[in-house]
């Protein structure tokens, strides 16, 4: 009795952690593109706004950190500016896009093994501080 229900749990614990092995690696993906995104966000605040985006890409290795060509890259990231627009403010647009813009990030995240490519998209709004 005691061997049948420790063959029962054995099995139970071994088919979950493919899943839990899943899980782990996802949870790792978005901790790195969120660190990204924090890495671009912090770069687009302390720059020019009228020239927030050069349409040049950014690369990143596996934990997130900047490279300086496309090399080893795991994550590309690419900017584009748009003007902001919030309803009922469609008189106000021209001083609305001097004072705020939208950032869209597009990260995509070359997975190794499998030879995919997954495109995530974030929208980050800048303020026009002066600079």
Request: charged share 20%; hydrophobic share 45%.
């Amino acid at each position: 009795m005691a061997l049948g229900v420790t063959v029962f749990v054995s099995v139970t614990i071994l088919a979950l952690l493919p899943t839990g092995l899943n899980v782990m690696r996802e949870a790792m993906h978005q901790t790195v593109e969120a660190q990204i995104l924090r890495s671009m966000a912090g770069q687009a605040v302390v720059s020019n706004f009228e020239t927030l985006t050069d349409g040049s890409p950014f690369f990143f290795d596996e934990e997130g950190l900047p490279l300086g060509s496309g090399l080893g890259a795991v994550y590309t990231a690419t900017l584009s500016r748009h003007d902001a627009a919030f309803p009922g403010l469609e008189h106000s647009s021209g001083r609305l896009a001097e004072s705020l813009a939208v950032l869209r990030i597009e990260i995509q995240e070359q997975r190794g093994g499998e030879g995919s490519v997954r495109t995530r998209a974030h929208s980050l709004h800048v303020a026009n501080e002066g600079k």
